[in-house]
């Protein structure tokens, strides 16, 4: 049992690091998504924001924001990622119980 | 601590075996870096444990199945007739490299008295390699840039998403303490088939492993290069 105990003792302290890792970095990116309007024959970007119950779109410019369309992209990962993390944690924390009762 | 697998390790390095060329392998030899050459942690060990020996081997006679029986290993016969050995914390796989047409399912490799299983990519783990000091006992392992590029290169040819996964992110895990000459002067040396899946496991990379871009980016990895 040590080398399986061992293992899923460092399994939650990697989930917990990566944990902590993600919500560093996710605190790091820009909220919300990018709008592109059509308006007559031109392109407009805005940044739309859920502000409470509102939703706010600020203007970007017409040039495409490529940078925080890649850094709202790896929001979106990451985020992903955070969720299975944390659903591993679960489970950890789960069998660490029915351990800790046997 | 994984005493058993130290035990193991001791009774190889008796045997002189680090010395004829076995090598750990696989997520143990991970754990090695971790603890000697600052490899960040990756926890996902199996409870298998592999040993991969030269081909042909041209050690001296050893009775391998007596010393591991010392520490409570006993022999034990997969389906297709290789031997592996079972403790009730570790189980232990002899593998050797597999070269041309392969197709069978075990090699003898008599003066261990083993019957190895062979497998593909074998040989870039085999003449790559350096030893490491494991808490007093000598251990063989891959250099840590032929075991990413392993991982990298053998992540593609996976049929299992999880195992694929596993794969890219030990891969990606053990560039961190892999210096990019290093890397780089090795990959160049790929045939250009090896060097495709490798590149394609760098660029699943960037997603899978968002965490890790810094170590992509040391290596010259990113989604525009």
């Known amino acids: 049992m040590a080398i399986l105990r061992d293992i899923l003792g460092e399994s939650s302290a990697y989930y917990r690091d990566m944990e902590k890792r993600l919500l560093v970095r996710l605190a790091e990116l820009p909220l919300g998504s990018v709008l592109k309007r059509r308006i007559g024959r031109g392109h407009y970007y805005y940044l739309k924001v859920r502000r409470g119950a509102k939703v706010e779109a600020r203007y970007l410019g017409k040039r495409r924001p490529e940078a925080l369309e890649r850094e709202i992209q790896e929001r979106r990962l990451l985020k992903s990622q955070l969720r299975e993390v944390q659903k591993s944690l679960a489970l950890l924390s789960r069998l660490d119980r029915r351990g800790a009762r046997r | ?225």
């Open chain 2, 1 to 225: 601590m994984e005493d058993i697998l130290h035990r193991v390790l001791k009774a190889l390095d008796e045997e002189g075996l680090w010395d004829r060329g076995v090598e750990l392998i696989g997520s143990w030899s991970y754990l090695m870096y971790q603890r000697h050459l600052g490899a960040p942690v990756y926890p996902f060990r199996t409870l298998d444990a592999d040993f991969l020996v030269p081909w042909p081997y041209r050690g001296e006679t050893r009775n391998l199945a007596a010393k591991l029986a010392e520490i409570g290993f006993r022999p034990a016969s997969e389906p297709n007739g290789a031997i592996y050995f079972q403790h009730p914390e570790l189980k232990i796989e002899f593998l050797v490299p597999e070269r041309g047409k392969g197709g069978q399912d075990f090699r003898v490799v008599p003066s261990l008295g083993l019957k190895a299983v062979p497998l593909r990519f074998m040989d870039m783990l085999l003449n790559d390699s350096i030893l490491i000091e494991n808490a007093g006992v000598r251990v063989r392992v891959p250099h840590p840039a032929a075991y990413a590029l392993h991982k990298l290169l053998i992540a593609q040819r996976r049929a299992k998403k999880e195992k694929k996964l596993k794969d890219i992110e030990q891969g990606v895990h053990t560039l961190a303490i892999v210096e990019p000459s290093d890397l780089a002067s090795r990959l160049v040396e790929f045939p250009a088939g090896w060097k495709g899946l490798v590149m394609r496991s760098l660029r699943e990379a960037w997603d899978l492993c968002p965490l890790e871009r810094d170590v992509l980016a040391k290596h010259g990895f990113t989604p525009q290069n």
